[in-house]
Structure formats: C-alpha cells, structure tokens
C-alpha cells in the first residue's frame, strides 16, 4: 500500500479527531506511521523513499505524510518543531513521537517491536 497524504479533515476522520476528544483514541484498524515533513527539508527527502519502501513491506501498515507547510494546524497540534518527525501509531497503546532521519533499519525494529507489525 503506498504512503497516504493526510489533510487536517482526513485527520480527524481516520486518525484521531482531537477537536472532540482530550484522551488518545486511534481510529485507525492498522497500526501506522505518520510523517510529518516539508518539500524544502533535505533530510525529509532522504526519509520518503524509504517510507515508501517499508509500505511495501509491511501489508498491515498505513503509512501517512503530513505536509507541515500546507497542514500547519496538525503540525501545530502535535507540536512539530523539527522534520521530519514521525509519529508511531500502535492499536493498543498511546502514539510515540521520534524526530530526525531514521534508518531503514531503526524503522523496522520499531514497526515490528513497538507497533507488532511482521513482514509478509
């Protein structure tokens, strides 16, 4: 499945609707990864391929990408203050948040250890 691009409406529809609800509650049936990046940040640039690699890999996975430019209310509510910063989104337990250009291989170990998501 390729990475979505995530718009504040789709947000609130899919993910989490913050407007209405103070506790975390994830709307999502797959865990997922939300990407928070800029087309002007380098090491964003660095970070998509691999993004769109591991969507590839893991079936049971939703990869997002939120544009902070255009999405600066999101990028506000999630106090975005360096990209890329992703956030990781398991079915069970509260999102963590990690910035900076992770590795393919930091990225899989927390797909697979945090999030439970196995390679099919």
């Not at 087309?39 to 902070?68: F, H, R």
């Amino acid at each position: 499945m390729p990475t979505v691009q995530l718009t504040h409406q789709m947000f609130l529809d899919v993910v989490f609707d913050y407007t209405t609800q103070k506790d975390w509650n994830f709307k999502g049936n797959k865990p997922a990864i939300i990407d928070f990046y800029a087309d002007w940040c380098g090491p964003c640039k660095m970070v998509a391929p691999l993004l769109e690699e591991l969507s590839n890999e893991y079936q049971d996975l939703v990869i997002y990408k939120v544009d902070t430019e255009v999405e600066q209310e999101l990028a506000a509510a999630f106090q975005i203050r360096s990209i890329p910063s992703m956030l990781f989104i398991p079915l069970d337990k509260q999102p963590m948040m990690q910035a900076g250009a992770l590795p393919k291989g930091t990225l899989k170990e927390i797909i697979e250890k945090e999030l439970g998501v196995v390679k099919k």
